[in-house]
T-cell receptor, first 112, second 113 residues
Framework: GEDVEQSLFLSVREGDSSVINCTYT??????LYWYKQEPGAGLQLLTY?????DMKQDQRLTVLLNKKDKHLSLRIADTQTGDSAIYFCAESMTGGGNKLTFGTGTQLKVEL | SAVISQKPSRDICQRGTSLTIQCQVD?????MFWYRQQPGQSLTLIATANQGSEATYESGFVIDKFPISRPNLTFSTLTVSNMSPEDSSIYLC??????????FGAGTRLSVL
C-alpha cells in the first residue's frame, strides 16, 4: 500500500520561514496536496501541485516536488501565529478516482 | 472550487444508537468520498460513494457498520450504526472540483458516550 510520511512537529519563530516535508510512495500520483487543519475545524485546501510540475508558488506558499525522490515540501514565508495548525500532505491514488492517502500530519507551532 | 456542506457539524450520541451524516455538493460529481479522523490521527478513507451503484469500502470498513446512500449526483449520506465510544471521531466528506482537485466539508464531530 501507499504510505505518506511527515515529521510530527515543527516550531518556528514568527516572521521566519517554515518548511514542512512529506515523502510518498506512489510514483504515479496525479495530484499532491497540502491541507491545513486548525483546532476544532475541518480541512482547508491550501494548495496542490500536479505531478508534472516541479514547483508552484501562491503568495506566501511555495510547493516543491521532487519526483525522483518522491519528496514534497511546503514552504511558508513570513510565518504568522495564524499559521499555527496541523498540515497534511496527501496524494491521489492511482486509478482511485481521486481518493486520497494522507500523511500523518505536521503540527506547526509559531512562537513570538 | 467545490462548496461542500456537511451536517450536523457535531453531535453527542449514546452507545447503540445510529447517526446519519449528510453531505451536499454545489455541483454534480460522479464520486464522493467519506473519511474518518480519529482523535489525534490522520484521515482514513472509509468508502467511495458512487451514484447509481453500491459504495466501495476500504479494508477495515463494512457496509453494515457504515451504510452509505448516494441518491443523486450532489448528495450523499453516511450512517454510523450501533455506535460505541470507539466511533468518536471527525467524519468528513469530500468531492472533486474542477480538474479533480479534492475539497472537503467542514466535518462532523461525533462523540459517543
Amino acid at each position: 500500500g501507499e504510505d505518506v510520511e511527515q515529521s510530527l512537529f515543527l516550531s518556528v519563530r514568527e516572521g521566519d520561514s517554515s518548511v514542512i516535508n512529506c515523502t510518498y510512495t506512489d510514483s504515479s500520483s496525479t495530484y499532491l496536496y497540502w491541507y491545513k487543519q486548525e483546532p476544532g475545524a475541518g480541512l482547508q485546501l491550501l494548495t496542490y501541485i500536479f505531478s508534472n510540475m516541479d514547483m508552484k508558488q501562491d503568495q506566501r506558499l511555495t510547493v516543491l516536488l521532487n519526483k525522483k525522490d518522491k519528496h514534497l515540501s511546503l514552504r511558508i514565508a513570513d510565518t504568522q501565529t495564524g499559521d499555527s495548525a496541523i498540515y497534511f500532505c496527501a496524494e491521489s491514488m492511482t486509478g482511485g478516482g481521486n481518493k486520497l492517502t494522507f500523511g500523518t500530519g505536521t503540527q506547526l507551532k509559531v512562537e513570538l | 472550487s467545490a462548496v461542500i456542506s456537511q451536517k450536523p457539524s457535531r453531535d453527542i450520541c449514546q452507545r447503540g444508537t445510529s447517526l446519519t451524516i449528510q453531505c451536499q455538493v454545489d455541483s454534480q460529481v460522479t464520486m464522493m468520498f467519506w473519511y474518518r479522523q480519529q482523535p489525534g490521527q490522520s484521515l482514513t478513507l472509509i468508502a467511495t460513494a458512487n451514484q447509481g451503484s453500491e459504495a466501495t469500502y476500504e479494508s477495515g470498513f463494512v457496509i453494515d457498520k457504515f451504510p452509505i446512500s448516494r441518491p443523486n449526483l450532489t448528495f450523499s449520506t453516511l450512517t454510523v450504526s450501533n455506535m460505541s465510544p470507539e466511533d468518536s471521531s471527525i467524519y468528513l466528506c469530500s468531492a472533486p472540483g474542477q480538474g479533480g482537485v479534492q475539497y472537503f466539508g467542514a466535518g462532523t464531530r461525533l462523540s459517543v458516550l
